[in-house]
């Protein structure tokens, strides 16, 4: 099964940060991972056709989790690609309600007024999944040689995404702008420190995050 990866890193809105989005090719199409806030929404656009990634040829978009700035132009490409949009059932509410608060336990109300705002997630960027994805779900029908691992932490829903060459798509589970850490923002750490054990036990060997650069899993274990 022929699979190359390409990263994706994009800035957010006022001066935020970047973050990173990853685009497979398959025998049969390609299979997006994330899909970044809408802000950036052209620039996304060139960087799929630079790679040959068009309207037809994209089979899948799956989501990390519900947060708008991974989530912002998921309903956009696949009307304009065709793709099949899959998330995790815990996170759906966030693109259907375009409330990403809506199954954390804790939000500034203020920040829950202007992150739609700020990462212009509208009612035409809302969504319903066509796919609910859960732990063990494998992604071989869509060409992509790799399984669904359920990380929660970050939020409910969040998953990974776990390659049979070892690669771990972690979403905001982790992050690496300085050293490979856990996020900062975490709705339940108890959660995060299970997962991070669940990933201990597993083939990880370079961790993809959502933020920052890739890392190998063993520089994680051995500092943590």
């Known amino acids: 099964m022929q699979q190359e990866m390409e990263t994706i890193t994009l800035p957010l809105p ?87 608060f809506w199954n954390r336990k804790s939000g500034n109300t203020l920040i829950r007024r202007i992150a739609p705002i700020l990462f212009r997630f509208g009612k035409s960027n809302r969504f319903e999944p066509d ?35 070892g690669d771990l798509l972690c979403g905001d589970l982790f992050v690496n702008t300085d050293k490979p850490v856990l996020n900062s923002i975490m709705d339940d750490l108890e959660a995060a420190n299970a997962s991070v054990v669940k990933l201990r036990s597993l083939a990880a060997k370079t961790v993809y995050p959502g933020h920052g650069k890739p890392f190998p899993m063993e520089q994680f274990i051995e500092s943590n």
Do not use: Q, W
């Open 131 to 165: 796919l609910h994805i859960d732990d063990g779900y494998v992604l071989s029908e869509y060409g992509f040689d790799a399984t669904v691992l359920t990380i929660p932490g970050h939020s409910k829903g969040s998953i990974g995404i776990l390659t049979a060459s």
């Open 14 to 100: 006022c001066k935020l940060g970047r973050v990173n989005y990853y685009l497979v090719e398959t025998d049969t199409g390609y299979v997006l991972i994330d899909t970044g806030s809408s802000n950036k929404r052209s620039e996304l656009e060139r960087e799929l056709e630079s790679a040959g990634c068009e309207p037809g040829n994209l089979k899948l978009i799956v989501l990390t989790h519900g947060d708008f700035d991974h989530i912002g132009n998921a309903a956009y490409l696949r009307g304009k690609f065709g793709a099949e949009i899959a998330m995790h059932k815990d996170d759906s509410g966030m693109a259907e309600r375009g409330d990403m």
